[in-house]
């Protein structure tokens, strides 16, 4: 199984639409995709459609060893997911106390790992001890950044973090790939952004930026992926383009 973390500490840059919009691409290319919100907010768990607080476990009983991942493990076709809860705002405070509280979500996975093909964790929009444990879990770390310049002047941090947890704790961690989502092509600052991060990112850059579409900011508000809601849209046609080049990710 390889696993994706989609992390940014910035909010606002289409973290969770493109956990949700890649892992719904990949069920329609016939893969088996496990979805986990790890983000306090549950913004994953809210843009499905679903209300955190009707849930009795989430993945923060998982990680408190309270309950075994698969118990907690929701069937919502075309992919599998495990929803958050607001409990999981003092993961830093419950957690990062605890001897090896860096691999809960490695051993957790453990368990699912031959169950499905692909894993996407939704991280949080911080550095704290969720997204550590996403990183030590993860063979992979996809970076949504949105066209503009105080996104990408806010990456360097998050790749500091990427460095020290392949150094100490995950040498087999990559970058899957840097892609630019709310893209404008008609904006010389839009196409200066993608070029920038072209250049610095090199051959982990996607070629696919995900265009500004009203259907993708639409779309959570029914509860429904983009391919639900507007697959013909520009979304649609982005999100299934830049999973075509995931799938190559070695």
Partial sequence: MKTFAVANQKGGVAKTTSTVNIGH??????KRVLLIDLDPQASLTVSLGFDPDSYE??????LRSETDLAS????????????ANLLMADADLTLGGKTGHEFRLSECLKSVSKKYDYCLVDC???LGVLTLN?????????IPISADYLAISGTGLLMTIFDDVKRYYNNGLKIGGVFVT???SRTVLDREVF?????????AAMNTAIRKNIALAEAPAHGQTIFEYEPKSNGAADYNALTSEILKVK
């Fill in 25 to 30: 691409a990949l069920a329609l290319m016939g």
């Fill in 182 to 184: 709310k893209f404008d």
């Fill in 195 to 203: 070029a920038r991060i072209s250049d610095d990112y090199k051959a």
């Fill in 72 to 83: 907690v493990i929701v069937n919502r076709p075309p992919f599998d997911y495990v929803p």
């Fill in 57 to 62: 476990s989430t993945i923060y009983n998982a």
């Fill in 124 to 126: 949080p929009p911080s």
């Fill in 134 to 142: 996403a990183f030590v879990a993860a063979s992979h770390v996809l």
